[in-house]
């Protein structure tokens, strides 16, 4: 078992940045690969990006890629997002998942989830 908590999450005016973390407890954090997904309000759940086991390897949805850096720090069990040059249809909730691939897109692929943190960004 996994137990993921999102933070970082805010109000931000397009063109500013966030940083969200994704604090993981439980079994061994560095085993799994680690996604982050976001969902706007009736709009299904979507890819934002993922990152391998050990980090060597990140994957990017289209929407975002340029504007998103993930990275992990297995010590300290947490997987970050950086989010740059955010626009106001980044506004939704961000969930950070756990599962065993990082090269796959899809929520059911991934097995452990977060609370979500809402972002808002401003027009």
């Known amino acids: 078992q996994v137990q993921l908590v999102e933070s970082g999450g805010g109000l931000v005016q397009a063109g500013g940045s966030l940083r969200l973390s994704c604090a993981a407890s439980?079994?061994?954090?560095?085993?799994?690969?680690m996604g982050w997904f976001r969902q706007a309000p009736g709009k299904e759940r979507e890819f934002v990006g993922a990152i391998s086991r050990s980090g060597s390897t990140t994957y990017s949805a289209d929407s975002v890629e340029g504007r998103i850096t993930i990275s992990r720090d297995n010590a300290k069990n947490t997987v970050y997002l950086q989010m740059n040059t955010l626009k106001p249809e980044d506004t939704a909730v961000y969930y950070c998942?756990?599962?065993?691939?990082?090269?796959?897109?899809?929520?059911?692929?991934?097995?452990?989830w977060g609370q979500g943190t809402q972002v808002t960004v401003s027009s």
């Open positions: 439980g079994r061994a954090f560095s085993s799994y690969a």
């Open positions: 998942a756990a599962g065993s691939r990082a090269d796959v897109s899809l929520p059911w692929q991934y097995i452990y």
